[in-house]
């Protein structure tokens, strides 16, 4: 156990460092260009430093688990599920107009505000910021395309790799629409549809797609893929529907994320659809999705929220989903080691506080 | 003669047919998810469906011309230059918050304005519109890059032509990003600034990828690419010039594109870099990125730029960089038919009325 404990970490820190120089690549290439063009890898450096790497840690312990021995394709293929999330987060923070991200400035708060403090107006400095990210989102898409499509690996692989990216866009594209569609409530939602946005928008690329890439790179049978993927779903409902709950009822100095800003973007969560069917609905409703909500109309609409029974109901539905989940896992023919991490990864996704 | 024409002609169909085959593959699975995810994938089939189609006839035609002989490679490669034009355009339009394209709502016009039929407040409705737009630009991206990284070509051919597609998207995004930052004024910009600009955004994807894709698919030698590559870069300065004198002195009618929306944009071009000279420039300065420029200002503005010389300096520019691509096509070693082929482009780019 201490042994591959080890070997992980390694493979940890190989990773990073191909991910680092990856971007350090470009960044040097985009000298011959503008300054702010290079001030912009700049940012997708420093963004690629932070998170906390879920996705790639996901794809490269299931590939050792299901017995993988290409470290370079593993981390190559584990770098571009983290660009590709680099990049789905950027233009997420485009749709929704956010200028943070976990406590921090994005890419376009950060232009936008150097930009304003030399003296460009707040409406061009905005349309800058929010360009530059748009076409860093851009970059860092087709970087992990690009990482993907160069593997060192068999035709027949390469076509599934190819295959699980193309579909993992599409389908995340699918789930950030509806997401956008539903917070304009033109037509009533329920709980069936608030989780299939979820599902798509985020179980897709976050969890099915790394451990899908790693099982077609180990060389899995397609049955154990078709098990992989039930689970990965699974898992990422879980993971979505502890985030709605955090972004919410959260430490926002653990979310680095204001409690408010879910509510001012009038996000459709389940929370919300339940919280529908209570009474006390109507005398907030026109608070909910107002840009300009105050902390304590932010506090009033949490209060009428939790009283309807929509955290409780959120909470258990978490735990049932939980113990669906385990049961699958249990149930499905995986080699120990990745029985282990898939277990592992269920609790770290329910019980998160970040 | 006659016989590669109708040659030509048989390709083109081909090409056509191949490029509303790859689009409505996605649009029938998209009919898993949102009603609104298939309105967004009819927008991208209706987009192809019209458009110039220079870009992929550019890559077919010089593939032939250099001796290729395998269709589906040419004509898919000619799928990927068509839709990373689609996708550039679309997130173009995106940072320049444009509603129109070619005299047609585009795809963030429709789907803003049906959703205010709809009852949806103007501001959501635009955020609808440019997070429909994004993920369409995202969406024909992916494509493009899935496409070239399919084509069944010899490895290092592959490795050849996914380098070509990212250093495309690197510099176009340069030239995007350095556009945008000119507009901003923060600080003075010379004609070779804004010359290197038009080259990074407009050159490298729409003449550059063209013909060194064809070059490598056919199996240029490199020297022939290097000559291809210089000429195609001054195709496209020609080419965007007078894209530039179009849209500030273009018929209406057969641009399908406002006279006023460059002003408006306070787009940077060697235009107006001339006209800033003229000390009539300072009595019109005001208008020049007044997003409510009024017709009659924006004819004085016009006049202001005709009467500084701004117009015949483009012009005598256009002639002379005609004149110098003209004599390296004459003087590079290329075969018969890629020679006519590129001069008959070179005057196509710089007569061209829309």
Not at 7 to 21: G, I, N, P, Y
Not at 133 to 145: E, I, K, N, V, W
Not at 170 to 191: I, K, R, T
């Amino acid at each position: 156990m201490s042994d591959s404990t080890s070997r992980l970490d390694e493979v940890a820190l190989t990773f990073e460092t191909r991910l680092m120089d990856v971007l350090a690549q470009r960044r040097k290439r985009s000298l011959s260009f503008s300054v702010p063009y290079t001030q912009l890898w700049e940012s997708l450096e420093r963004m690629a430093r932070g998170g906390k790497k879920i996705r790639p840690r996901v794809l490269m312990d299931a590939y050792q688990a299901l017995g993988g021995i290409d470290e370079r394709v593993a981390v190559d293929a584990a770098c571009a599920v983290e660009l590709l999330h680099i990049a789905l987060v950027i233009h997420d923070d485009v749709i929704d107009k956010d200028l943070m991200r976990r406590g921090e400035m994005n890419i376009a708060g950060r232009f936008a505000s150097e930009a304003m403090l030399r003296g460009t107006a707040r409406r061009d400095a905005h349309a800058w910021g929010e360009a530059s990210s748009l076409l860093a989102g851009d970059l860092m898409l087709t970087l992990a395309h690009s990482l993907l499509a160069r593997l060192e690996i068999p035709e027949d692989q390469r076509q599934a790799v190819l295959d699980i990216f193309d579909a993992t866009v599409f389908e995340s594209a699918a789930g950030e629409h509806y997401d956008v569609w539903l917070s304009m409530h033109l037509e009533p939602a329920d709980s069936q549809d608030v989780l299939a946005m979820i599902d798509q928008k985020t179980a897709a690329y976050s969890f099915q797609a790394p451990l899908v890439l790693a099982a077609v790179l180990a060389g899995a049978t397609t049955s154990l893929i078709e098990e992989l993927t039930v689970i990965a779903r699974q898992i990422g409902v879980i993971y979505q529907l502890r985030d709605d709950v955090l972004g919410l009822f959260g430490d926002e100095r653990n979310t680095g994320k204001s409690v408010l800003s879910d509510l001012r973007e009038g996000k459709e969560t389940l929370l919300i659809d339940y919280a529908r069917s209570d009474p006390a609905w109507s005398e907030v409703e026109s608070l909910f999705g107002d840009d300009a909500l105050s902390i304590a109309d932010g506090h009033r609409l949490r209060r009428v929220i939790e009283e309807s029974g929509a955290l409780m109901f959120v909470e258990s539905l978490i735990t049932e989903r939980c113990a669906n989940v385990n049961q699958l896992i249990q149930e499905a023919t995986l080699p120990t080691a990745l029985r282990e991490q898939l277990t592992t990864l269920t609790t770290a996704c329910n019980s998160r506080i970040s």
